[in-house]
């Protein structure tokens, strides 16, 4: 890696350009550099009009997802020296189908949009049992999986269905709606399966596995859509299902 890394940032400030352009800024990383400290770098010694979103810089509250080189991911957590070039080059732009705020900052309103229209709050019985809730192995894992999404966009700004439709229900709405119909407690299984079987729901994923390339978290959306698609078709069975599993559990467990 060359001592010096040219930075090529998407521009646009939609007060005075009529299209995005690039600046490139040249700076000097040191071996731990990550893509965000080269974007404060730049800002501190550069250009302090260059426009970012960031905060916990752990890659726990998902605000800087960017796209840099064509690929979606979280600048925080992403070591400049393995996204840069032969030639030194790294390209960040904003993340893709987005309206453009400005710069790198894009307008997430259809993102939460969707995020609200799943309910992703748990629907508690009114009856809550005295025991626990108990859980298999295998709904602990798809939870813990649900539960790891961070909400940073970059598989819902890397899905093509997306690039064309702003009303399908995205790949990170679906894993929470997915986290909730696990979700022993929740008593609105059906109801939830109805709507996420409908227009623009589950059946919309063409199945093209972008979303798993672009989660930093290395979780898996197509497979809970895929899931989801199958309980859709059994939503009454299952829901039932769901009511007698909770009838047996308030019984004594036998040892
Ligand atoms: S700054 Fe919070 S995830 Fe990157």
């Known amino acids: 890696m060359s001592t010096k890394t040219t930075i090529r940032i998407q521009r646009f400030n939609p007060d005075k350009d009529k299209k995005p352009y690039f600046d490139e800024f040249v700076i000097e990383p040191t071996p731990d550099t990550t893509v965000l400290d080269a974007l404060h770098m730049v800002k501190a010694d550069q250009d302090g009009s260059v426009t970012f979103r960031r905060s916990c810089r752990h890659a726990i509250c998902g605000s800087c997802a960017m796209n840099v080189n064509g690929s979606n991911m979280l600048v925080c957590k992403t ?36 995020y609200q229209r799943v309910k992703p709050w748990l629907i508690a019985p009114d009856d809550v049992p005295e025991q626990e809730f108990r859980v298999s192995p295998e709904e602990v894992k798809a939870l813990n999986d649900a539960e790891t999404c961070i909400m940073c966009g970059a598989c819902y700004s890397s899905c093509q269905v997306i690039a064309m439709n702003k009303e399908y229900i995205g790949p990170h709405a679906l894993l929470k709606a997915f986290l909730r119909v696990l979700d022993p407690r929740d008593t609105a299984p059906a109801e939830r399966l109805a709507d996420l079987a409908g227009y623009d729901g589950v059946y919309r994923c063409h199945t093209i596995f972008n979303c798993i390339d672009a989660c930093p978290k290395g979780l898996n959306p197509t497979q809970a859509i895929e899931t989801l698609r199958k309980l859709a078709q059994r939503r009454l069975a299952f829901e039932e299902e769901r009511k007698a599993r909770q009838q047996t559990i308030k019984e004594p467990i036998s040892v």
Do not use: A, H
């Not at 393995?82 to 307008?107: C, F």
């Open 79 to 114: 070591p400049l020296r393995s996204v840069t070039d032969k030639k030194g080059v790294v390209t960040i732009r904003p993340l893709p189908y987005l309206p453009i705020i400005k710069d790198l900052v894009v307008d997430r309103s259809s993102f939460w949009k969707q």
